[in-house]
Every structure is written in C-alpha cells, then in structure tokens.
C-alpha cells in the first residue's frame, strides 16, 4: 500500500508521474502535481536532494491527494526526514547507503507502515557487477536488484517493490522478465532516460507496453524530458492499447488520404485538447471521410466524419446528423458531455 493506492496482488496497474520542479518550491511543486492529479496520475514522486526538500514533503502532502513518494540517493538522513515530513513511501537503492545507517531508516518506514521501493539502475550499478557481466546487462540488474532486496529482508522488512531501469529497452525487458521468475515483490516498470516526447513514447509503449503484455509489470512510469503530464497521457494510452485499463477516451484518428476534404488533424487536436483530463471511458473516432470513415470506426461509441464543409455525427457506425464543418467539434463534445455527464471546457 501506497498511501491508499494499492501496488500488486491483482489490483489495477497503477499509473505514477515524477515532478520536474525543484522541491524546495513548494508553490511550483504543488501546481505541478495538481496538474498531474487533473491528467489521471495516481501517486507521484519528488526528489529529495537535501534536507530542505525533504521539510518541504510536509507542506506538499498537505495540499495534493494522491501518494507523495520520496526519491533518496545515498543519504539515509534524508530518508528518515523523508519518513517524518510525511512521505507515503520512499524509493531507495540500499547498497547505495551506509550499511550501519539502514537499520534506522527501515525501523522508521515499519513505524509508519509505509513501503521502500528498491530503484536500480542500470546507469548506478555495483562496480563488481560491472565487472563480472562486463557491463549493465540484465542478469547485472537482476543480481543487484535480488542483492538490495536481500538487505531489507535480512532487517525483517518486506513491504518492497521492485524496478530495475534501463534506458536500453531490449536489456530493460530482459531483466524484468528475469526478476518476475525469481520473486513476487511487485514490480515498478520503466524505460529510464528515454528522452523526449516523441522518443519516450516509442521506447516505453515497446518496454513497458512488452511486459505488460506478458502479464509482467504492477505500476508504471514513462519517463519524458520537461514536463511530466504527458508521462500519465501516454501510460493510460499503453494500458488502453492492451485493453488492460479501460480510463479515459480512446481516440482514433484516420491517417487521411486524398478524399480528406477537413483539416482533420486540427480537429482531432483539438478534442484531444478539450478531452484532456477524462476519466470516463469512450471510444471516439475521428475521420476524415463520410464515405468510409462511419464503417472504419463501426466500433467507436461516438464519432465524426468529415466532408465538403460539412460532416456527419455517428454512433456505432450509425449516422446521427449531418453537422456544418465549423460544429463538427462542438457537436461532438455536447454528444460526450451528454453521454458522460461531464461538463465541457
């Protein structure tokens, strides 16, 4: 348990973000997350550098809903002023800490009944693993992961999930398909480092979209360079992709062609844009054709086609009306608003 979000053991995969601010700013932190919260992250992450940051957790975990989790390399001070200011859960890679010192830190997450999650990454790995493997192969994640988790057990601790992140997605597959073999400690999947948009994207629907499909993953982070929101947007669009979480609205496109006679793409940006933040599930289709495009999109709950300065609404395939270019998104939202209850921006 996360704060109250459950990890593993057959709950729902739970979609997690990382904050980009400077956590000594409390006021950028908050807006941050509350911006995070709007696009459906369930429980969030912030670094804790210095002691300061650390009192900061206080003043954050007051104002956000969702589980705060503090990100702590090396220092164990920082993770017992992580534990007091109110963290819902600490990530840590153990072996990184003082060895005399990490009996202190799991004392205090067993006082407050709050988890550890073991981070390993193939950037950080143990110098002798190096070695022996000749470099952050799988099996090198695999031991270092299996060797921390052993630190926290021998100290009688157990409330642990599990990364191992690589930014090379096919050793990131590799290793936790490894690990899912060799414990049932849930697993927190990423591909680290995976760049940009575009890049992460592309990385993480093939790693983190991989495993899920292999039944292998409890939680999951896609890790995009600058602003975090659209991390959550491409983690529920991968788990809707596998039809492992039906959250927010599925929306399809046609790729258009030569009989497109609308500027499809900025409509179908535009609801994208005005459907931001969703949570109910529905499937909409967006199509550049009246000819095909109903037909193609038979299975959609709702949609539009496009035509010579007018369109058609459907649904399941059914034409509803025929809709002026300029309406075509306008009354699309009003049929989602109507279907939802949810009000439109």
Known sequence: MIGGVKIGGGAPVVVQSMTSTDTRNVEATVRQIHALEEAG?????????????????????????IPLVADIHFDHRLAL?????????????PGNMKREKLPEVVRAAAERGISIRVGINAGSLEKDLLEHYGGPVAEALVESALRNVRLLEDLGFTAIKVSLKSSDVPTMIEAYREISLRTDYPLHLGVTEAGTLLNSAIKSAIGIGTLLYEGIGDTIRVSV?????????????????????????????????????????????????????????????????????????????????????AGMLFKK?????????????????????????????
């Not at 002023?81 to 890679?93: F, H, K, L």
């Not at 933040?277 to 709702?302: F, Q, S, T, Y």
């Open 41 to 65: 992250c369930e429980m969030v992450r912030a670094a804790v550098p210095d002691e300061e940051a650390a009192l900061a957790l206080k003043a954050i975990r007051e104002r956000i809903s």
């Open 81 to 93: 002023a992580s534990i007091e200011n109110g963290a819902d859960a600490i990530r840590i890679n």
């Open 225 to 309: 360079t600058g602003d975090p929101v659209p991390e959550v947007r491409i983690a529920y669009g991968i788990l809707r992709a596998l039809n492992i979480r039906a959250i927010g609205p599925d929306i399809v496109s046609c790729p258009t062609c030569g009989r497109c006679e609308i500027d499809l793409l900025s409509v179908a940006e535009e609801v994208e844009r005005r459907l931001a933040g969703m949570r109910e599930p529905l499937k909409i289709a967006i199509m550049g054709c009246v000819v095909n495009g109903p037909g193609e999109a038979a299975e959609a709950d709702i949609g539009i086609a496009g035509g010579k300065r």
């Open 317 to 345: 395939g059914k034409p509803v009306r025929k809709v002026a270019e300029g309406d075509l998104v306008k009354a699309l939202l009003e049929e989602v608003a109507a279907m939802t209850g949810r009000r439109m921006s």
